[in-house]
């Protein structure tokens, strides 16, 4: 006799498996001319207001599971980057909700010097 909270406590939860490889990812970069921000994430992580305004969310099929990326680039060049890697799976690319301009996404302010007396 076990109850439904013994049952949630048993279950361990899913460790997501990351789909694009580290090698991958660094190639992306000079090959594609692309950068994932959030690589298979829930629909309110790649809605978020805290990305440049030139990032694209990408939904695509693999394994018998629908995915979400948000991804900068080029419209073509995010499309040939996720045909390459998952064929007939892309489902759709569309724009994302950022609200940061893209020249100053990544942006940190540089140390202030101390002034001399």
């Known amino acids: 006799m076990t109850t439904s909270t013994e049952e949630k406590e048993l279950k361990k939860p899913e460790k997501k498996v990351p789909i694009w490889s580290k090698e991958e ?3 992306l970069g000079p090959q594609y001319g692309c950068d994932i921000v959030v ?3 829930s629909p309110e992580d790649v809605a978020t207001k805290n ?3 030139d990032a694209y969310i990408i939904k695509y099929m ?4 629908i995915h979400l990326d ?5 419209k073509i060049s995010l499309f040939d980057m996720y045909w390459d890697k998952f064929k ?6 569309g724009y994302g909700n950022g609200s940061i301009k893209p ?3 990544g ?3 540089p140390p202030s010097k101390k002034k001399r007396k």
Do not use: C, V
């Not at 693999?62 to 599971?65: A, G, L, T």
């Open 62 to 65: 693999h394994e018998d599971k």
């Open 70 to 74: 948000l991804t900068r680039g080029t």
């Open 25 to 27: 990812k660094a190639n």
């Open 39 to 41: 690589e298979d994430g």
């Open 107 to 109: 942006y940190q302010a």
């Open 103 to 105: 020249n100053l996404w």
């Open 88 to 93: 007939g799976g892309l489902k759709s690319i």
């Open 51 to 53: 990305a440049p305004t």
